[in-house]
């Protein structure tokens, strides 16, 4: 299952540094301004860097549950 792989990989490399938020506390272009801020500070802190694949599958799952995704509440 992609949504449950993206949800997981989502408590593996990001809830390692921070709190996870709530995919729908930003819009979708917030997520993708967000995940790439947060793709350099990895970088500048040592920490391995989102892969492509990792951060394409991050911003499917974050999109789909933005504030402005759509759907029921």
């Given at each position: 299952m992609p949504a449950r792989r993206a949800r997981s990989s989502t408590?593996?490399?990001?809830?390692?540094c921070h709190p996870l938020h709530e995919p729908r506390a930003l819009t979708a272009a917030m997520w993708?301004?967000?995940?790439?801020?947060?793709?350099?500070?990895?970088r500048r802190r040592g920490v391995r860097p989102l892969t492509d694949e990792e951060q394409a599958l991050l911003l499917t799952y974050l999109r789909a549950h933005a504030t402005d995704a759509g759907g029921p509440s």
């Open positions: 408590q593996t490399r990001c809830g390692t993708e301004i967000q995940v790439d801020k947060m793709r350099e500070t990895m």
